[in-house]
């Protein structure tokens, strides 16, 4: 019956010459219900310091903390200790912080990086584009963080730390469920 009473309404629309006002609406409806349903973050993989594949999709279940970053960036250092605490305290239960380091420089001197700064979440290897798997990377550090449905539910240009991200997968986690 829906579908008839539709086509009443585009007959009558087209009758009256106003299909542009009906194509609108129907548009209108359609760009709402896409803009408030949460998108599935793209699947991507990529390999660490060691060669090891990661795949955003093996993670389903547990939230993304995804943190791109570069050597060379003060705020991304300073906030390392906060990202190593989170991914430590949450790695066995319900988040993991993956490090996208964004940046040209050799395997050898990410690794002594890491060593040098005891990263323990796995630390992957990018191309420096702008437009990233889960979208724009403006300015560094940027972070996503993907639900554990696998949807981005929040980007955030500049540093993080423990009370933020844990924040934000209280509130996602309380949306979701009402």
Known sequence: MR???EFRRYHSAVKRGDVGMWRKSVLGVALVFALCTPA?????????????????????????VVNYWATWCPPC?????????????HKDKDAVVLGINFE??????????????????????????????????????T??????????????????NIAYLEKIMKEKATSKAQ
């Open 77 to 89: 250092v300073e906030e390392m200790p906060e990202l190593i605490f989170f991914h430590d305290g």
């Open 3 to 5: 579908s008839l009473y």
């Open 104 to 141: 040209e420089i050799g395997v050898e001197k990410v690794k002594a990086f890491m060593d040098e700064y005891l990263v323990s979440y796995p630390v992957l290897l990018s191309e420096t584009e702008r437009d990233g798997p889960l979208g724009k990377i403006p300015a560094l550090p």
């Open 40 to 64: 599935l973050a793209a699947d991507f993989t990529l390999f660490d310091v060691d060669g090891v594949p990661h795949k955003l999709s093996d993670y389903r279940g547990k939230w993304v």
């Open 143 to 160: 972070t996503f963080i993907v639900s554990p449905s696998g949807q981005v539910v929040q980007r955030k240009v500049g540093q993080v």
